[in-house]
């Protein structure tokens, strides 16, 4: 891995190769890699794709014209086992608090489930508990045993990202890997739909607020980015 041919994970936006490797060898644990679903396209989607060439990959990818890049960087070198899907963010109603973030709908059809998920999307800036809800939008779209790989460990907004997973999904997720940076989580078994924590419900106002918020802002962003193309 990492060759002369390999694709920089240490950019700006990048996940760093580091926090890759501590990701991709937690997925030795498994007995196969079948399914990989990432959030967030870019660098990674290639790299996910030579590492892992008999494996499916699906990207989602919030903006159009990084959706479209990602797509053009694969098709260029040869990498068809991987595929981005653009998929507009959309407000996700769960555990009665509205949260910004990938449409579970952009898998219909598709009846797969999936033995890893990276959470590197969306932007943080635009959408403060998008990557939070990920896990809420997918969780039932990951085998027992699956890899979760979330990015930007070292921010205090992803490890409250973290914390109210634990208070959803309980003994559903552990902790298996982390870095300064990156942490990396199991799912060990089902998740109950019928659970109702009541931890959550004094976050549920203040994130329906800030989604609302984020709904704005990303719109606008989005909107300006076309109009600049």
């Not at 507009?88 to 219909?108: A, D, E, I």
Request: charged content about 20%.
């Amino acid at each position: 891995m990492f060759k002369k041919n390999d694709w920089d994970l240490d950019g700006p936006w990048g996940i760093g190769k580091e926090d890759y490797m501590t990701f991709i060898s937690n997925s030795g644990s498994l007995s196969s890699v079948e399914n990989i679903l990432e959030l967030g396209s870019g660098n990674s989607t290639c790299q996910l794709a030579k590492d892992f060439p008999n494996t499916k990959i699906i990207s989602l990818e919030s903006s159009s014209i990084y959706a479209q890049e990602s797509e053009e960087l694969l098709l260029s070198n040869s990498l068809h086992n991987a595929v981005v899907l653009f998929s507009p963010l959309r407000l996700l109603y769960f555990k009665r608090g509205l949260f910004l973030t990938y449409s579970p709908s952009v898998l219909q059809g598709k009846s797969c489930r999936f033995d890893l998920m990276l959470i590197d999307g969306p932007p943080e800036n635009s959408c403060p508990r998008g990557r939070e809800a990920g896990l809420y939008a997918f969780f039932n779209r990951l085998s027992v045993g699956s890899i979760i790989g979330l990015d930007d460990y070292h921010r205090e907004r992803a490890r409250r990202t973290v914390a109210n997973w634990f208070i959803i999904f309980g003994s559903a997720i552990e902790i298996v890997d982390e870095t300064k940076s990156f942490v990396v989580l199991r799912k060990t078994k089902e998740y109950p739909e019928n659970l109702f924590n009541l931890n959550m419900l004094f976050s549920t106002y203040s994130s329906t607020v800030i989604s609302l918020l984020g709904l704005f802002k990303y719109r606008f962003v989005s909107t300006k980015k076309s109009l600049i193309r």
